[in-house]
């Protein structure tokens, strides 16, 4: 499926060095030892999900948002507070009920009596990160209230725009849409979200070790902030600065193409899509102290960063053909760039 991954073969011309660096601040390896820490800090709460707890780093390191999605019981909600409590910044919680209206998100404006005026009250959404459990339990005029907030980071009210701070990442946890008590997420909605990732069930040995570690007390109560708000800028820099290869673009594109054109997809993704393939691609790349992306980062990404994003055709849900498996076939199928002379 992959091609080796050596460097000489996607670096021409070569990456130029982390504009951080240059200045002094935070190259890539700090990055990795920054990212590290993190790592071991959720890995310490949340036993036995490597590859769960590496995507949702590279999702924060490509400033963008997670969904979580999966059965309850398994895990959902203590890998987005994890990740929220490993790094020393504001973070919010909002539990998703079908009650919530808009305006418990995004905030309201209300009358002061004492200044004649209205002020604005700001909702949670006014944090570095805002984990949202069961985000799909609420109605879908609520679920919108955070379509402006995720793609442009400011929140609109009664006419006025409100910025938000960086970082600013939304981790949202939801049952399956055949579960009891939910609402579909709309195209939209799962659109502004980076990628997609499910937990699963343990494996017998972590399960065992969950029992001791989770018996007397939570981890998560013991969980100290390991990186700052500060740092998580500084990083998202440096992974902007990760080196993508004319071939490799054009991997990219081809594999983006192909599922607008796949006879299993009534639709395809988006160039939203395609850009935030490319940055989770980046930050994947420096997580692995790389500062060049190899097509191995966009296969390893494609089913996480697309498959959400994408509706089969009714013929293909007949035929219980998921969009996980048209896009896993489409990365085997797909030829990949060789190296560049």
Known sequence: MSVGTHGESYVNPPA???????????????????????????????EGKPRAVRLALTVLLA????????????????LAKALARSIDC??????FTPDLLPSDITGVSAYNAERGEFEFKPGPVFANI?????????????????????????????????PLESPFMVIATQNPVEMEGTY??????RDRFTARISMGYPDPAAELEMIDSHGRSSPLERLTPVA??????ALAEAVRQVHLSPGVRQYAIDLITATRKHPDLRLGASPR??????????????????????P???????????????????????????????????????????PRR
């Open 16 to 46: 130029p060095a982390p504009e951080a660096s240059r200045n002094g601040g935070v190259g890539l390896d700090d990055l990795v030892q920054i990212a590290t820490k993190i790592r071991n800090a959720v890995e310490s709460v949340v």
């Open 63 to 78: 400033e963008g948002h997670l969904l979580i999605e999966d059965v309850p019981g398994v895990g959902k909600t203590l």
């Open 90 to 95: 504001s973070v919010r919680r909002v539990q």
């Open 130 to 162: 805002v984990v949202g459990d069961e985000i799909n339990r609420a109605s879908p005029k609520t679920q919108s209230a955070l379509l402006e907030c995720m793609e442009e980071r400011q929140v609109t009210v009664d006419g006025a725009t409100y």
């Open 184 to 189: 579909p997420l709309p195209e939209a909605q």
């Open 228 to 233: 700052h708000a500060h740092d998580v800028r």
């Open 273 to 294: 899509a395609t850009l935030q393939l490319v940055r989770a691609a980046r930050a994947y790349a420096a997580l692995d102290d790389r500062d060049y992306v190899v």
């Open 296 to 338: 191995d980062d966009l296969q390893a990404l494609a089913v996480p960063v697309l498959a959400h994003r994408l509706l089969p055709t009714p013929e293909a849900l007949l035929e219980r053909r998921t969009p996980e498996q048209v896009v896993a076939a489409l990365v085997e199928r797909l030829p990949v760039p060789g």
